[in-house]
Structure formats: structure tokens, C-alpha cells
């Protein structure tokens, strides 16, 4: 065999390698949940909602596995309290409020949904690295309001259009990375508000 032809078929391999591993899809489409989340909002379809939503999701799991005589009273109560939550939840644009993303995603508001990415890796721990990117996802939106009364407000401005990162989550129910990694399932963890790419109405 031509060494030549060797050695850049194998350079070719690499590269092929290479661009694949760049473009690997995360299991479970973390993106498709988030379509089905903000449509969601949009209908403000409780049920739905609280089935994708993080915490919601997460509470509700432990209360459905719970032996208690009362379990049903709890899980209907549970479901009561997200609901006053919602909608008492403030109109703000601050990281870390519960329930805050329904301002984010009013019904007639159209959305872009673009490629989930795993967050960067922080530290030298690979075992850690591969533990959060099992666990966690990012997924951008692209937001265009239709007109000044449904968009939300931020700093006595009406929002046109912004862009969202939403992060991902999966329920953890162990320490062993191989329980997120074929574990398929994302649910809605909030949104990182990028204000510096706002536009407003005039």
C-alpha cells in the first residue's frame, strides 16, 4: 500500500473523527423539551408545565414514590402551591426566580430554538467534567415580541427581542455518571438572560 495514500487516508479519518465528535447530538433532545415547555407557557397548561419543570418535576417524583396513606393529599396539594406560584410569580428578568420564565414566553411570542450545548468544564476533574455534562445542558432562544403590550418590561422599556440560554437538567437519583449519561430525560432548569443582546420598541 502507498504510504502517501496511508497517511492521508488516516489524516482524513481523524478529521472525519474530529467534526463528528464537534457535532455529537445530546441524548433526549433537551431542545424538544424546551419546545414543548415554552408551548407550554404559552397555554399555560399546568400540567404539562409541571411535568418539564426541574422543580416541580423533581418533587412531584419523590411524592408519587412515597408509601404514605397520604400521598395523593400531598401530591394534589403540591400541585396546588405550584399553581399560586405561578401565577404570583414576579415580572423580572433576575436569575434564579421560580416561575419567572412565563414572562419570557408570552402566548404569540415567536421562538427560535437552536443547538443544545454542554456547559464549559470547569476544573481538572474528568470524572466531575463527565458527571455535570451528563447532568446538565444549554439550549439558545431566539425571542421576537409582536408588540409592545405582551412584551415584558426591563428598565421602563418594552422588550422587542432577546436571547435566552435555558438550562437543562435531569432528576439525580445517584453519584454514578452512567445513570445521566443513558438516562434520556431533561426537564426545565431556567433561563440565563442575555440583556446585552435586547432590542426595544420605540
Given amino acids: 500500500m502507498n504510504r502517501k495514500w496511508f497517511g492521508e487516508a488516516l489524516a482524513l479519518l481523524a478529521i472525519i473523527a474530529l467534526v ?20 407550554a407557557l404559552q397555554a399555560q397548561d399546568m400540567q404539562t408545565i409541571t411535568d418539564l419543570n426541574h422543580l416541580s418535576a423533581r418533587q412531584l417524583k419523590f411524592l408519587r414514590q412515597s408509601s404514605s396513606e397520604d400521598r395523593q393529599k400531598s401530591i394534589d396539594m403540591a400541585l396546588e ?8 410569580a414576579p415580572h423580572t428578568f433576575q436569575q434564579g ?8 414566553f408570552p402566548a404569540g411570542a ?6 443544545p450545548y454542554s456547559p464549559v468544564k470547569v476544573g481538572d476533574d474528568p470524572v466531575n467534567a463527565e458527571y455535570e455534562k451528563s447532568n446538565n445542558s444549554f439550549v439558545p432562544v431566539d425571542v421576537v415580541y409582536p408588540d409592545s403590550k405582551t412584551a415584558p418590561d426591563h428598565g421602563g422599556k418594552k422588550v ?6 435555558c438550562s437543562m437538567k435531569k432528576i439525580r437519583e445517584g453519584r454514578n455518571v452512567a445513570i445521566y449519561s443513558h438516562d434520556d430525560t431533561w426537564y426545565f432548569g431556567g433561563c ?9 420598541f420605540e
Fill in 20 to 39: 463528528a465528535s464537534c457535532t455529537k447530538k445530546i441524548p433526549g433532545d433537551p431542545d424538544k423539551t424546551l419546545e414543548r415547555y415554552i408551548k
Fill in 81 to 88: 402551591g405550584y399553581k399560586e406560584a405561578f401565577d404570583a
Fill in 97 to 104: 426566580i421560580t416561575w419567572s420564565e412565563r414572562y419570557f
Fill in 110 to 115: 415567536k421562538f427560535t430554538i437552536g443547538e
Fill in 160 to 165: 422587542k427581542s432577546a436571547h435566552y440560554d
Fill in 192 to 200: 440565563v438572560v442575555n440583556q446585552a443582546q435586547f432590542t426595544y
